[in-house]
């Protein structure tokens, strides 16, 4: 069994366990995680999400798991305010570089935040997935996400399933990428 393997089967019991769920940890921190994984596992990963989605409600009832993919909710977004046909054009037509600076201002964390928020608390979940941070990049930055998700889900656990590497100061999306500093979330799974 591979040191990732070993990882993906200690989540079901970290997930379910009381002092998880009421979010207690030495100083009252806020509860978020991450679960950092290499890329090429990302098959392995999706497969262990669907088992997570269905067993963690069997192994303690009541648990009500809210699954959220970000590059989904992001096409969603775009479509809905009218923008998904013309960023492909715009993309199709000036390239990467032109669309992500058209969507930039659009796509800003701290406003997509409390539209997740809301989204999360329409479900009164007991625990939150985040997936999809791979496919939104540069889009959407994991540690800009959270930083500005703590003020509108403070009470609840939120995971990331991060494709790269988490060593508790940084982030490094898929496994090269370096990212800010960030320190306020915890390793799921260290």
Same mark, same amino acid.
Do not use: C
């Given at each position: 069994?591979?040191?990732?393997?070993?990882?993906?089967?200690?989540?079901?019991?970290?997930?379910?366990?009381?002092?998880?769920?009421?979010s207690?940890?030495?100083?009252?921190?806020?509860?978020?995680?991450?679960?950092?994984?290499?890329?090429?596992?990302?098959?392995?990963?999706?497969? #262990?999400?669907?088992?997570?989605?269905? #067993?963690?409600?069997?192994?303690?009832?009541?648990?009500?798991?809210?699954?959220?993919d970000?590059?989904?909710?992001?096409?969603?977004?775009?479509?809905?305010?009218?923008?998904?046909?013309?960023?492909?054009?715009k993309?199709?037509?000036?390239?990467?570089?032109?669309?992500?600076?058209a969507?930039?201002?659009?796509?800003?964390?701290?406003?997509?935040?409390?539209?997740?928020?809301?989204?999360?608390?329409?479900?009164?979940?007991?625990?939150?997935?985040?997936?999809?941070?791979?496919?939104?990049?540069?889009?959407?930055?994991?540690?800009?996400?959270?930083?500005?998700? #703590?003020? #509108?889900?403070?009470?609840?656990?939120?995971?990331?399933f991060?494709?790269?590497?988490?060593?508790g100061?940084?982030?490094?999306?898929?496994?090269?990428?370096?990212?800010?500093?960030?320190?306020r979330?915890?390793?799921?799974?260290?």
């Amino acid at each position: 069994m591979t040191p990732f393997q070993e990882r993906l089967n200690l989540i079901l019991e970290k997930i379910t366990s009381d002092g998880f769920l009421e979010s207690r940890g030495l100083g009252n921190e806020i509860s978020f995680h991450i679960f950092d994984y290499p890329p090429k596992e990302e098959q392995a990963m999706r497969q #262990h999400l669907s088992f997570l989605l269905e #067993h963690g409600p069997k192994k303690r009832p009541g648990l009500k798991i809210f699954h959220l993919d970000l590059w989904k909710f992001t096409i969603e977004y775009l479509q809905s305010a009218g923008l998904l046909d013309k960023s492909i054009e715009k993309q199709k037509k000036e390239g990467d570089a032109a669309l992500l600076k058209a969507l930039s201002g659009r796509l800003k964390e701290d406003k997509l935040a409390p539209l997740i928020a809301q989204k999360v608390m329409e479900s009164s979940p007991s625990l939150v997935f985040l997936t999809g941070i791979g496919p939104v990049y540069p889009l959407i930055r994991g540690h800009s996400l959270f930083e500005s998700l #703590h003020s #509108h889900l403070d009470k609840i656990p939120v995971i990331l399933f991060y494709p790269g590497e988490y060593d508790g100061k940084s982030l490094k999306l898929f496994g090269t990428i370096e990212s800010n500093n960030y320190y306020r979330a915890f390793r799921l799974i260290p």
